[in-house]
């Protein structure tokens, strides 16, 4: 279980995010704060694994509480400004959510969050290894697709359909499932109706990726995490 505090002084925005919070079965809310100092006295008599932080906050701004912290805690950092995305990685924030918040966005950063802990506890071998392959339903057969062969996915209403090279594959099962199935390491969500496989780009431009014939779009509110994945 990850203990987490909000920290935003606009109180829908804390709110919101409290109630994507009891959506995910990692997370334990220790507190919601409007005021950061208020947090700060909290964080002194309170162990927390993990900050949602606002930046653009009075008295105190998300910025000059990392500064105070010291990398003490992990942090998520909610905001509506793009611009603080750049000097936030020099706190090595875990990721950057660009308001409005979408559920899906949320628990992809709580997931980043968990595979961080994880590699600070340390994991074993047979924790770690990739997986070659999935099963997945679409209609009455059960699929097998290597996970080699998977170039993007793409929501289709109801359905999630799997392009590879031999054609695509429709199921039922939804994104995010395949977001917390594929190896992070190796797919990517660049929008909320799409999922790439990092090695089957060919180039990006613009706000966009190409992918042979195929252009997808890169949405705002994944624009910064996908970046920086690419960085590293």
């Given at each position: 279980m990850i203990s987490c505090i909000i920290i935003d002084?606009?109180?829908?925005?804390?709110?919101?995010?409290?109630?994507?919070?009891?959506?995910?079965?990692?997370?334990?809310?220790?507190?919601?704060?409007?005021?950061?100092?208020?947090?700060?006295?909290?964080?002194?008599?309170?162990?927390?694994?993990?900050?949602?932080?606002?930046?653009?906050?009075?008295?105190?701004?998300?910025?000059?509480?990392?500064?105070?912290?010291?990398?003490?805690?992990?942090?998520?950092?909610?905001?509506?400004?793009?611009?603080?995305?750049?000097?936030?990685?020099?706190f090595e924030v875990v990721d950057y959510l660009l308001?409005?918040?979408?559920?899906?966005?949320?628990?992809?950063?709580?997931?980043?969050?968990?595979?961080?802990?994880?590699?600070?506890?340390?994991?074993?071998?047979?924790?770690?290894?990739?997986?070659?392959?999935?099963?997945?339903?679409?209609?009455?057969?059960?699929?097998?697709?290597?996970?080699?062969?998977?170039?993007?996915?793409?929501?289709?209403?109801?359905?999630?359909?799997?392009?590879?090279?031999?054609?695509?594959?429709?199921?039922?099962?939804?994104?995010?499932?395949?977001?917390?199935?594929?190896?992070?390491?190796?797919?990517?969500?660049?929008?909320?109706?799409?999922?790439?496989?990092?090695?089957?780009?060919?180039?990006?431009?613009?706000?966009?990726?190409?992918?042979?014939?195929?252009?997808?779009?890169?949405?705002?509110?994944?624009?910064?995490?996908?970046?920086?994945?690419?960085?590293?």
């Amino acid at each position: 279980m990850i203990s987490c505090i909000i920290i935003d002084d606009e109180p829908l925005a804390g709110k919101l995010l409290a109630e994507y919070a009891k959506r995910s079965s990692d997370l334990e809310v220790l507190g919601r704060f409007t005021n950061p100092i208020e947090a700060l006295h909290f964080l002194t008599d309170h162990p927390v694994d993990l900050l949602f932080l606002d930046i653009q906050m009075p008295e105190l701004t998300g910025i000059q509480l990392m500064k105070i912290t010291q990398g003490k805690y992990d942090i998520v950092l909610t905001t509506a400004y793009e611009q603080y995305a750049l000097e936030s990685y020099d706190f090595e924030v875990v990721d950057y959510l660009l308001k409005p918040i979408s559920l899906d966005r949320f628990l992809l950063a709580v997931k980043k969050v968990k595979k961080r802990k994880s590699q600070k506890v340390g994991a074993t071998p047979e924790s770690t290894a990739k997986p070659e392959y999935i099963f997945v339903k679409s209609g009455h057969q059960t699929v097998r697709i290597d996970l080699s062969d998977i170039i993007r996915l793409e929501s289709l209403g109801n359905y999630v359909a799997i392009y590879t090279p031999s054609g695509k594959t429709l199921t039922l099962e939804t994104m995010s499932h395949f977001e917390e199935t594929l190896p992070d390491q190796d797919f990517v969500r660049v929008h909320r109706s799409h999922l790439v496989a990092l090695s089957k780009i060919d180039h990006i431009e613009r706000n966009r990726i190409v992918m042979g014939e195929d252009y997808v779009p890169i949405s705002e509110s994944y624009r910064e995490a996908f970046w920086r994945m690419i960085r590293e």
